[in-house]
């Protein structure tokens, strides 16, 4: 099979390498899928990079990238029901501890990591649905039904944030979101917030009060937890949460602690990786409700050939897209 490897940390152009493999064969529990899709995350780029806090080396010698993907079972290991065979699936931690990811023409992984795809969304959505679509779900929901509630998303024009919006919204929350230029504000609206405000605003706390009638909101989904915090303390309100999946620009984020505390907020730290497995369930069972509502509007920036990994590496990197990347295996 094709597959995209590495075996040091590097630029994309210096490192990534297209190469033949052999096709991987299904151990008990687990599955085969041929790859239509592998989806292209921040979280590949830094791992490809060598930026994640404490790793020094690969912790592989050969790793093909990505956790994120959609294709179909070909075939499936003892205690799997045969009757898999054939179904149109999409990938959760393809990559996340393991060495071989979905960025080739196949993959083998435990069969409960391989999810139905309903019929009516493509290869390439199901591409955003591992990282994107769970963090998302997760951050809105992980606390349980958000109906009558108000949501804030902080950078609603990014790929979690977009979908965060739909999932709110679909949830029946009242949704605001911050974003930034009209492209973005646009972006944000289009989702279903009823409110955007430009993140960069000297008074945002003010204007995101005035807009909710003075009433504190709920549940902020963060994608700039240490950046945002002060003005978030402002905002959230007495027993809200604050489920934060990045924090980018501040990484060592100092807290307003005291605020916090009488306020009783509480900080959920978003990482899809490392859901429990009710959590896991949960979320899937969430998403996929919302897929089969038509309810998500998951928007692809670019899709690439396999042989193109290094460009789509290139394109997360410098941020300025309008959507997923994707590369056709």
């Known amino acids: 099979m094709r597959a995209i490897t590495y075996d040091r940390f590097g630029s994309a152009a210096d490192v990534l390498r297209l190469e033949d493999l052999p096709v991987p064969s299904a151990e008990p529990g687990e599955v085969v899928v041929r790859l239509e899709t592998s989806g292209v995350n921040p979280s590949d780029i830094r791992a490809r990079a060598g930026g994640r806090p404490g790793v020094t080396e690969p912790p592989f010698p050969k790793i093909i990238p990505h956790s994120d993907g959609a294709g179909v079972i070909e075939a499936v290991g003892e205690g799997v029901a045969g009757s898999r065979v054939g179904e149109r699936v999409w990938i959760w931690n393809g990559q996340w501890q393991r060495a071989f990811g979905t960025a080739a023409g196949y993959i083998a992984l435990p069969e409960e990591q391989a999810v139905a795809l309903p019929d009516h969304i493509s290869f390439e959505e199901?591409?955003?649905?591992?990282?994107?679509?769970?963090?998302?779900?997760?951050?809105?929901?992980?606390?349980?039904?958000?109906?009558?509630?108000?949501?804030?998303?902080?950078?609603?024009?990014?790929?979690?944030?977009?979908?965060?919006?739909?999932?709110?919204?679909?949830?029946?929350?009242?949704?605001?979101?911050?974003?930034?230029?009209?492209?973005?504000?646009?972006?944000?609206?289009?989702?279903?917030?009823?409110?955007?405000?430009?993140?960069?605003?000297?008074?945002?706390?003010?204007?995101?009060?005035?807009?909710?009638?003075?009433?504190?909101?709920?549940?902020?989904?963060?994608?700039?937890?240490?950046?945002?915090?002060?003005?978030?303390?402002?905002?959230?309100?007495?027993?809200?949460?604050?489920?934060?999946?990045?924090?980018?620009?501040?990484?060592?984020?100092?807290?307003?602690?005291?605020?916090?505390?009488?306020?009783?907020?509480?900080?959920?730290?978003?990482?899809?990786?490392?859901?429990?497995?009710?959590?896991?369930?949960?979320t899937v069972d969430n998403l996929t409700k919302l897929l089969e509502l038509g309810a998500l509007d998951i928007r692809i920036s670019k899709t690439l050939p396999l042989e193109d990994c290094a460009t789509a590496h290139e394109m997360i990197a410098a941020g300025d897209r309008a959507g997923s990347v994707v590369l056709k295996v």
């Open 126 to 282: 199901g591409a955003v649905l591992g990282i994107p679509g769970l963090t998302a779900c997760h951050a809105v929901l992980g606390g349980g039904s958000v109906e009558g509630q108000t949501v804030l998303v902080s950078g609603g024009a990014g790929t979690v944030g977009r979908l965060a919006i739909q999932v709110a919204a679909a949830s029946g929350a009242r949704v605001l979101a911050t974003a930034r230029g009209e492209q973005g504000m646009g972006a944000a609206l289009s989702a279903g917030a009823q409110h955007v405000f430009d993140y960069s605003s000297d008074h945002l706390a003010e204007e995101i009060l005035e807009a909710n009638g003075g009433a504190a909101v709920n549940r902020i989904v963060e994608v700039e937890f240490g950046k945002n915090v002060e003005t978030n303390t402002k905002i959230i309100a007495e027993r809200g949460t604050i489920a934060a999946f990045g924090s980018a620009k501040e990484m060592t984020p100092v807290l307003p602690f005291y605020p916090l505390m009488f306020k009783a907020v509480t900080i959920d730290l978003v990482l899809v990786y490392l859901l429990s497995q009710s959590e896991r369930a949960a």
